[in-house]
């Protein structure tokens, strides 16, 4: 289980052998019609200058991506992956976010009869795997595509993802409660003081070297990464906050909040990047985080985080309450250096490592 296994033949071009559809790497000009795939399958409108950002502007590398499309020219199918740089263990890889992965509403009718979806998602993970290339793959795909997955693309299932839920009351009030508790970590967090910043400067590269340490499996959460990630996206304004000991200066944590998700009111807490030892740091990023949220209008504030992770225990302990979500989080192994069995307890990701958020 989690092991690697050997694609199909790759080809450049893959051509169905009844003639019904093709698929090929992307090309230069194929943006538009990506664009309007997109909005006929998921209902959502994303511009020109989004996808630039994710696909070209990416630090990580290059976009991997196979499109499907008949006879006649029409784009019916897309298999995407974007690149990360991976911690894994002591290593750094290179491993692909699966996202934007759709069919035509009309093609997903004849699913099964045209075999088109596990074409696309051979043809797109075997086409950029290897350790030359990239080593490995995750995503949180919804049960339909779990299902298909795991049959097509070799999806390993990890966990399913459970959400944090803190509920925040309108007056304003009820903030304090991520200072709740009868630890000194409450006392401990007078010593930060926490401001709000546009861009992340190389602080941030200490920083996350610090935390490296307790994250055996993470995406590297630089200042060039998350300058990327968040700072240039743009059409998401994320707050960025850092938080800083008032004796020595130093940055202690980050975290990073998205106001409003899906037309909802709710705060999206999209990132966060604590040393384990800087809990006070920590609760004061949370306080901050849920102030802010409240004197935007949210009625709540919402994360993610593995179970098994200090943050998940520490909104645990500062009033957030587990829920459910739709999504599984799984993981691919495309190189035989990945095998993923040790990873269950110790891949550390936010909402900000899923394109949803």
């Known amino acids: 289980m989690g092991e690697w296994r050997a694609p ?73 992956g974007l690149p990360v740089r991976m911690a894994w263990g002591e290593k750094t890889l290179v491993f692909d976010q699966v996202i934007d992965v759709m069919l035509d509403p009309v093609t997903r009718l004849g699913l099964k009869r045209t075999g088109l979806f596990f074409a696309l998602a ?73 401001r709000e910043i546009e861009r992340f400067g190389q602080e941030v590269d200490r920083l996350w070297e610090q935390a490296r340490q307790e994250l055996p499996v993470a995406v590297v959460r630089d200042a060039r990464y998350l300058n990327w990630r968040y700072a240039a996206c743009p059409d998401v304004r994320y707050t960025m906050l850092e938080a800083f000991h008032r004796l020595t200066g130093a940055l202690a944590g980050v975290a990073i909040l998205r106001m409003g998700v899906r037309g909802e009111p709710v705060a999206a807490l999209v990132d966060w990047l604590v040393p384990g030892r800087a809990i006070g740091a920590g609760v004061a990023l949370l306080a901050r985080c849920a102030q802010l949220a409240a004197q935007a209008g949210m009625r709540q504030m919402q994360a993610w985080f593995p179970g098994y992770t200090r943050p998940f225990r520490l909104l645990q302990r500062r009033g957030f309450r587990p829920e459910e979500t739709m999504y599984e989080f799984v993981a691919l192994s495309m190189s035989p250096e990945v095998t993923l069995d040790w990873t269950k307890e110790c891949w550390y990701y936010t909402m900000g490592d899923s394109d949803i958020y």
């Open 8 to 80: 199909i033949q790759i080809v450049d071009v893959y051509r169905d052998p009844a003639g019904r559809w093709t698929i090929r790497p992307y090309r230069p000009g194929d943006e538009e019609r990506i664009l309007d795939l997109f909005s006929r399958v998921f209902r959502v409108e994303r511009s020109i200058e989004h996808w630039r950002w994710k696909f070209r502007d990416n630090p990580a590398g290059q976009y991997h991506m196979r499109l499907a499309e008949t006879p006649s020219g029409e784009l019916v199918g897309q298999y995407a």
């Open 122 to 194: 051979n043809q797109g993970i075997g086409g950029y795997a290897g350790s030359d290339k990239v080593s490995g793959g995750y995503g949180f795909p919804t049960p339909e595509a779990l299902r298909i997955g795991q049959r097509a693309a070799g999806y390993t299932p990890m966990h399913p993802v459970v959400g944090l839920v803190l509920d925040l009351r309108q007056d304003g009030q009820n903030h304090s409660k991520v200072l709740a508790g009868g630890d000194r970590s409450r006392l401990y967090s007078r010593f930060y003081r926490v």
